[in-house]
């Protein structure tokens, strides 16, 4: 991982916390303990900007993606912030539906799940990485695969339909790229029983959280390195699309939904419907107290950042 931040205007943090129901921390993994019934996980977070730094060094400072951290921020100019701007950190997750075991990548969302325990105590726990996914028309695929294999330093062997789209576009891309700087899988990859298909590095590191790959998962260098020194051979990794996703914490129903890559919002209708399978399906659909209105300043945002829309009864998670 990056090393930690200085802290800074800590005073003047602390109270914006207390103001905005915001969490102020510096860079740090994005780990939290899990157990059979999480749904929800982190917060939003407050980070200030150095004279120094773009959109893009926060975001990857704080493993946040491209669009991520754009749509969180839609009036902070992306390579000049400047010197103290409030930069909203969208930090809080709602966790795919699915397994709690090993890699689920939601494509919609482009960001990795990695469900694993705790080396030194055992607790469960769930790691989550921006990704960057295939473009239109080489679309990373859906379905299960297994890790098969981890390299360091991996030479990249294009297959004949990236030649050919490279070609396309009046470029010729060799059959073999050697380990390097020009190497788009950059210093790791993870290798699927998917053909032609890799969990990798990137030595484009800005198009983490975009639609920009040949099909491959790519992760910032960190993440991958982090990756590859833990998962094991074998790990069950998970495609997904859920673009709507709804989660309980503390008798909150939290809903998320992710535009699409036109930066389109779904129907009102589609989400409603996604909301009624979700009562019904977990049994809260005659108890829990949902407020429309939330819902509709959620899709009018288009941000994809998660809102509360309703509670549950007491003692009711």
Not at 110 to 122: A, C, N, S, W
Request: aromatic residues 6%.
């Amino acid at each position: 991982m990056l090393p930690s931040r200085p802290s800074r205007l800590i005073g003047s943090l602390f109270a914006l916390t207390l103001l905005l129901g915001f969490v102020v921390v510096s860079a740090e993994a994005r780990t939290w303990p899990v157990d059979s019934d999480t749904e929800v996980i982190g917060a939003l977070e407050i980070e200030f900007a150095r004279r120094s730094d773009t959109l893009m060094d926060i975001a990857r400072w704080l493993s946040m993606g491209h669009y991520e951290i754009r749509r969180a921020n839609p009036e902070v100019d992306q390579w000049f912030p400047g010197e103290g701007t409030r930069v909203l950190i969208p930090a809080l997750f709602v966790l795919p539906d699915g397994p709690r075991e090993g890699i689920v990548i939601n494509r919609a969302e482009k960001r990795l799940y990695y469900f694993h325990d705790d080396p030194e105590t055992g607790q469960r726990q769930v790691t989550t990485y921006p990704i960057g996914i295939g473009k239109q028309g080489r679309e990373t695929p859906l379905g299960s695969a297994r890790v098969t294999a981890k390299l360091d330093n991996p030479a990249w062997y294009p297959t004949q339909g990236v030649i050919d789209d490279y070609a396309a576009r009046g470029q010729t891309l060799a059959r073999m790229i050697p380990p390097g700087p020009d190497n788009p899988l950059g210093n790791h990859a993870i290798v699927l029983d998917l053909p032609g298909y890799l969990l990798h590095g990137t030595n484009r590191p800005d198009g983490v959280g975009m639609r920009v790959s040949q099909g491959c998962v790519r992760l910032y260098p960190e993440h991958i390195r982090d990756l590859v020194a833990s998962v094991p051979l074998g790990t069950e990794v998970h495609f997904v699309d859920q673009p709507i996703k709804l989660g309980r914490r503390q008798g909150r129903i939290y809903l998320r939904v992710l535009p699409d890559s036109e930066g389109l919002m779904p129907a009102r209708t589609v989400v409603m419907t996604a909301v009624v399978d979700w009562l019904e399906r977990t049994g809260t659909l005659t108890t829990a107290a949902i407020d429309e209105e939330r819902i509709d300043e959620l899709l009018l945002a288009g941000n994809g950042i998660p809102r509360v829309i309703g509670t549950l009864p007491d003692g009711m998670e």
